[in-house]
């Protein structure tokens, strides 16, 4: 039987010549055969990327290479990919991680049994050499399990990194002409899945997610990125540096942009209203007013919280409802 065409989708930029290597072995390697490889280079300074890729374009048929003249951006750059892709389902590729050899067959399995627009899965945190620092990504970063549809942790917060979601041809399209709004493509096909077919998450690791030092975020925690916020800003003791990092990064960048976007979406699309995503995007805006304390607890255990959530909801609570404790508590540790 004849398998569905699988387009990968892969961004680089000034990569590291090994880890871009590992990685695109590792596709080629998959026991999934049916696949094509479509790599854009975002005008990579470095010509030793561009001739590595142009290399492997040659070696295998499998591989079409995009060689940027302007950098465009992460964000765009993903956009690009998304508009050559004429394949049934799609799989967004990280240029510094591993994937095992079963992953696109288990993806694309799970995507056809459980009858779903996309699947998400577990992965490896690996680090420069690879070698595995946590057996699951998911329950490190203590992030929600999720299965069917409607869920609105799929609006309220990122719940999959892309280089694990493998999905339909029909939520490529919906996404695309990304909006202004665009802030995570992987945030927005997980919340454009769940509100029509569903998701399904696969709860085993199926391949490694690289960290290291030139990770932009990098599955980094948000104790992680407290720390790094706080090296940055060591000779700077005042609350309103803090009370800035906590309005702009954390509550704006990474919870309500994100929201926001699936709103614009949801409405250009005539999507399924739900009265709770209004009530995740009012949430977000008074915490933006919080400058000492908010009590609206109730709001975040119905729309953010979620089985398995861990030591993170208090981290979260903390930094949302009372930012004056945790900037004592961050700042002086």
């Known amino acids: 039987m004849e398998q569905d065409l699988v387009d990968i989708l892969l961004a680089t930029y000034n990569s590291d010549i090994e880890y871009l290597k590992l990685q695109i072995d590792s596709i080629l390697c998959q026991t999934y055969k049916n ?83 996309l699947v998400y899965s577990d992965c490896h945190q690996i680090d420069e050499k690879g070698k595995i620092l946590n057996e699951s990504y998911l329950k490190y970063k203590n992030m929600p399990i999720i299965n069917g549809k409607n869920n609105i942790l799929a609006f309220s917060r990122h719940i999959a990194i892309g280089c694990s979601t493998v999905f339909t041809s029909q939520i490529k399209d919906q996404m695309l002409p990304f909006s202004q709004n665009v802030m995570a493509h992987d945030w927005l096909n997980v919340y454009l899945a769940s509100k029509q077919n569903g998701i399904a998450c696969i709860e085993k690791p199926l391949f490694g997610y690289r960290i290291h030092s030139s990770n932009e975020f990098g599955g980094r925690s948000l104790n992680q990125n407290l720390n790094k916020w706080k090296s940055e800003n060591e000779n700077s003791n005042k609350y309103n540096v803090f009370k800035k990092y906590r309005k702009e990064r954390v509550i704006n960048k990474a919870y309500l942009s994100g929201s926001k976007m699936c709103l614009e979406y949801r409405d250009k699309l005539n999507l399924h209203k739900d009265e709770r995503e209004n009530k995740v995007i009012n949430y977000y805006n008074k915490l933006l007013k919080s400058n000492v304390i908010n009590f609206k607890f109730i709001t975040y255990n119905k729309y953010l919280s979620f089985k398995g959530i861990g030591k993170r909801k208090i981290k979260e609570i903390m930094i949302f409802h009372f930012p004056i404790i945790s900037y004592i508590v961050y700042r002086f540790k």
């Open 35 to 117: 696949i094509h490889l479509i790599i854009s280079d975002d005008a990579s300074t470095q010509q030793n990327v561009k001739d590595v890729l142009k290399e492997y374009e040659q070696k295998d048929s499998r591989i079409e290479v995009f060689l940027n003249e302007k950098n465009v951006g992460y964000i765009n750059n993903f956009e690009f990919l998304l508009k050559k892709s004429n394949a049934k389902y799609i799989a967004f590729a990280d240029h510094d991680d591993i994937w095992y050899e079963n992953k696109i067959e288990e993806c694309i399995k799970a995507l056809k049994e459980e009858n779903v627009d």
